[in-house]
């Protein structure tokens, strides 16, 4: 039986180790949709559970907006993680073979699950502990975890791709996201930009 911490630890510290290991065992999408369903299943939880306690609104009617029910919540969380699944793997794909990859859909595919799962599991870790933790350390905490984030599924990408540097795939990714975030921008309504 696979050493599951073990594993985890390995994907943190040997990363391109790791996803060798990944492409080696020719995941199924069934495989791949479990990763990142669970994934998307533990972050909804707490989800729900904040959801909860927040107090909405009062609607144009005087009465209190209610809150979505947990399953909506979670369905939708779910939803989402899934569809960030199959738009990354596509990114990976057709980003990385522009510059000369090499890796295959499905691999590129494996490259983006274990990437969300390795990395959303950590996140949600540290969503937990910033709640006792002070402000100034949280802030460093969630810099230092998005760097190394940014390393090991650029290293993922890279060796998924067959690239031998991951600063460089860092760069592309980082570039990617600035991209994306100019086009995204360009959809929003001047009049959310600017205040009133």
Request: proline share 5%.
């Amino acid at each position: 039986m696979a050493n599951l911490p073990a594993l985890y630890a390995e994907a943190w510290t040997a990363p391109r180790v790791s996803m060798r290991r990944i492409l080696s065992l020719n995941l199924s999408e069934r495989d791949r949709m479990i990763m990142v369903a669970v994934t998307g299943v533990l972050f909804a939880i707490p989800l729900t559970l904040v959801m909860k306690t927040i107090e909405l609104p009062v609607g144009p009617d005087g009465v209190p907006i209610s809150a979505p029910s947990g399953l909506f919540v979670a369905t939708l969380v779910v939803g989402a993680t899934l569809l960030g699944y199959f738009l990354t793997a596509g990114l990976i794909k057709v980003v990385g073979g522009a510059f000369g990859g090499t890796g295959s859909f499905e691999q590129c595919k494996s490259a983006a699950a274990w990437s969300q799962f390795v990395v959303g599991l950590a996140n949600l870790a540290l969503l937990f502990i910033s709640f006792v933790l002070p402000a100034a350390i949280d802030s460093i905490l969630r810099l230092i975890f998005t760097l190394a984030a940014v390393y090991v599924s650029s290293a993922y990408i890279a060796e998924a791709h067959g690239f031998q540097s991951i600063g460089k795939v860092a760069a592309a990714s980082f570039g990617v996201l600035f991209f994306l975030m100019l086009v995204l921008s360009s959809f929003i309504p001047a009049t959310m930009v600017v205040a009133p």
